[in-house]
């Protein structure tokens, strides 16, 4: 994968991906423009009109650069464009030359440069912590322009033939004409994109960076599906020609200009479309000859430095992968004791890791693997989400004004994607924030985990937090869109946690699907480290996972297949939750009957994204007010 500038968003990379409410001047972060009640005071991020030593003209000139800086990355990325809801370079993609990534390389070096350049000690704390993230971000981005090569830009999690036909289905919007045709000037735009894709795997070749023979049967198959069928074979109109047949078909303009413009997606679909992903098919295949079975990142070229260094972007901590390795076996021990409790509760007698394969396999907690037991997971999925929106008022002042859907994964990329994500709706209401379940085999979305999968991916979790976050009227763009993993998805991993507070999980078998997601997340501590820095294989990684979760087998080999791919990325999520939970204890035990919960929340929430040692600084900033306000 490309490094994308963190400056811009991380989050395009990732399948939690958003909205940008373009020409919004950026302010101090204030509040959100939510649902917000008079108890938003307990807020915790100070107004610039409260720093009266701030200099005016020093904050406005910072905020200024802020919103170019992001503006300039915007300009180089029509595929973030599209994300934002923005149609300019509406029929382009992203320029994948090593010229181009150079090109960004520098930038990011000038802007670090003219931010070095701000006094902060003239700025208003807002501004000054908006510098500090810009700041970080850039060196973050800077110093991981060496290791570009150790990426892969195609796997099986997310990949460049896959995003393409994502970014049309899901996000290029057809509302006119024009729209149609830059649909098929993407189409057309295919064979040059691709060209440039396959030169980054050459080059990453060169270096030593294939991926692990695994990833190649899944990433060749949905190349494959995405050019089958019509107009490629005899076969029912494939994925994209459906896709653009659906939404011409329902713009108000004749039948003879519906019927030209799937004539000149017919052509491109021939044309540009089959040979791009031909072209790739045989580039690929030839790499699966030379690539191995090694699959920690100790495998490349400085791989314990490389490690370290995702490591330290994922978790925004210095945690050694040894120190982080200790953590998630702790982690584990303390897990399965409370699931030996659920155990005593529903009476089974036996061992834990007989009660994992009764979870694993009794077909009470699975629905049929049918259209029929799809819709009713679906249903019930949305029924849950729905009554926790019931409760918000308990556990939050700030609420998202964006609405939220359920959806299964497309079968174009159902059989290689994960279990479930989030994707962040557009701001300007065109898009609804989507939980994605993936029910491509059903045996691995067991009912007992379903409500704690809900709360993690919608409410109280990804869909509260990213929705809050792009809501916010006076911060930077770069705050409203970018992301720290750690941050994100330990707010999703300590989302599940919080509705038992409140009385959720009512059912025993439940609240063990809601430990069996932690003890997942823990475990991950245990073989993403173990994969990457103690060189375990592939089958010791999948061996863990199988004889310390009750996750089915399918989902752990996909899981350990995941982890290889994005090496460090799975440690941020038990990192993120501890550091949150470890704040509210902090923040209980030092204000006492003085703490609210709603409050707290705010806290988390009210500055959009940060790493965690920034997060732990605006929580004790917090505490500190609510002590001077008794």
């Not at 314990?304 to 995702?310: A, K, L, W």
């Amino acid at each position: 994968m490309k490094l994308i500038p963190t400056l811009l968003a991380t989050a395009i990379s990732a399948l939690v991906l958003t909205g940008c409410d373009r020409g919004q001047e950026p302010k101090a972060p204030e509040q959100s423009a939510t649902e917000v009640t008079s108890d938003s005071a307990e807020s915790t991020t100070k107004s610039a009109t409260e720093a009266t030593q701030a200099d005016a003209e020093a904050i406005a000139q910072a905020n200024q650069m802020f919103e170019d800086f992001f503006q300039e990355h915007l300009d180089r990325s029509p595929e973030f464009k599209t994300f934002l809801g923005i149609k300019e370079d509406y029929g382009k993609w992203n320029n994948l030359s090593p010229e181009f990534e150079q090109e960004t390389h520098q930038i990011n070096q000038r802007q670090l440069a003219e931010l070095n350049k701000l006094d902060p000690s003239k700025l208003d704390d807002a501004t000054r912590l908006s510098l500090k993230l810009a700041k970080r971000n850039l060196k973050q981005d800077i110093d991981g322009y060496k290791w570009r090569l150790h990426t892969y830009p195609v796997n099986q999690m997310y990949a460049v033939h896959t995003g393409v036909a994502s970014l049309l289905i899901n996000q290029h919007r057809v509302d006119n004409v024009e729209d149609a045709e830059a649909y098929i000037a993407r189409l057309n735009a295919l064979p040059e994109h691709f060209a440039q894709l396959e030169k980054n795997l050459q080059e990453r070749a060169e270096a030593g960076t294939i991926v692990p023979k695994f990833v190649f049967p899944y990433v060749i198959s949905d190349a494959k599906n995405l050019i089958s069928g019509a107009p490629f074979d005899d076969g029912k109109d494939s994925t994209l020609f459906a896709d653009f047949k659906g939404k011409v078909d329902k713009l108000e303009i004749s039948d003879d200009k519906k019927e030209q413009l799937i004539g000149k997606a017919k052509s491109a679909m021939l044309s540009s479309v089959g040979p791009a992903y031909e072209s790739l098919i045989d580039t690929l295949q030839q790499l699966e000859k030379r690539a191995t079975t090694d699959d920690g990142a100790w495998k490349l070229a400085n791989g314990d430095d490389f490690y370290n260094f995702r490591l330290n972007v994922y978790t925004t901590t210095d945690m050694t992968a040894d120190e982080i390795h200790e953590i998630g076996l702790k982690e584990v021990a303390r897990i399965h004791d409370e699931m030996r409790e659920i155990m005593k509760k529903v009476g089974f007698e036996g061992s834990l890791q007989e009660f994992f394969e009764f979870m694993r396999t009794d077909d009470q907690f699975y629905y049929p693997n049918t259209e029929e037991g799809k819709k009713e997971y679906l249903d019930n999925a949305t029924a849950i989400i729905d009554t926790m929106k019931g409760r918000l008022d308990e556990l939050f002042i700030t609420k998202p004004k964006a609405d939220l859907i359920v959806k299964a994964v497309e079968p174009f990329r159902e059989k290689s994607a994960g279990k479930a994500f989030y994707q962040r709706p557009a701001p300007d209401g065109s898009r609804p924030g989507i939980y994605y379940a993936n029910l491509y085999n059903m045996k691995d979305m067991p009912t007992y985990q379903m409500e704690a999968l809900a709360y993690h991916e919608g409410i109280p979790g990804h869909h509260m937090q990213l929705s809050i976050a792009q809501e916010l009227q006076d911060i930077p763009k770069f705050r409203k869109f970018g992301g720290y993993t750690a941050y994100t998805e330990g707010w999703g991993l300590y989302s599940e946690l919080v509705p038992k507070e409140i009385g959720f999980y009512q059912d025993p078998y439940s609240d063990f699907g809601r430990l069996a997601m932690e003890l997942w997340r823990a475990g991950r501590l245990v073989v993403d480290t173990g994969i990457h820095n103690k060189k375990w294989t592939r089958e010791e990684a999948i061996n863990y996972l199988k004889e310390n979760t009750p996750n089915p087998e399918g989902d752990v080999t996909k899981a350990i297949e995941r982890y290889i791919v994005m090496p460090g990325q799975a440690t941020a999520y038990k990192i993120g939750m501890l550091k949150i939970v470890e704040l509210r204890e902090k923040a209980k035990q030092e204000l006492g009957d003085q703490f609210d919960v709603r409050a707290f929340h705010d806290t988390i929430l009210a500055n959009g994204a940060v790493p965690l040692d920034v997060l732990e600084e605006l929580v004790d900033e917090w505490i500190a007010e609510v002590k001077a306000q008794q």
